[in-house]
């Protein structure tokens, strides 16, 4: 069971959901508008929620065109001061997936997924001078299209 202090910060954020919310789609979109063209040019696809779906607006990730343009943006961004992250490791590539033959079932497609997401800094007290930095990176980067 969560602790009565967990509990207390997790009501206030219930209380608070719909200003979070709002926040979050707001960087959200930003993310999404913005490095629309820089995607389409540097083959990375943004995420696309279809008009049916609801979003959680949990992450804001890209999908590079391969793993070492991943690689390269990543380290342009960290080179800045900004760290963006892959997030994913397939599970039969994990120590436990491992020991139960995850080598005997290939997941080509998750393993090419896995190598390429890059999940862009994405938290609720972000500044819109923050994200600024975000985006002017990411679209900067000679990277993404190796």
Partial sequence: ?????LAAMLCAQLEDRDSIQARR???WSRY????????S????????VPDDRE???HMFYMLLASADAREALAAHLRAHGVLAVFHYVPLHRTPMGARHGGDRFPCPV???IAGRLLRLPFFTQMT????????????SSSAAGR
Avoid: H, N
Avoid at 32 to 39: K, N, R, Y
Avoid at 41 to 48: D, I, K, V, W
């Fill in 128 to 139: 819109d001078d923050e994200q600024a930095t975000v985006i002017g990176l990411v679209r």
């Fill in 55 to 57: 979003q959680s607006f």
């Fill in 41 to 48: 040019a540097t083959g990375t696809t943004l995420p696309r």
């Fill in 25 to 27: 789609q707001a960087l």
């Fill in 110 to 112: 998750t393993d090419d």
């Fill in 32 to 39: 999404s508008t913005e490095l629309a063209g820089w995607a």
């Fill in 1 to 5: 069971l969560p602790s009565e202090l």
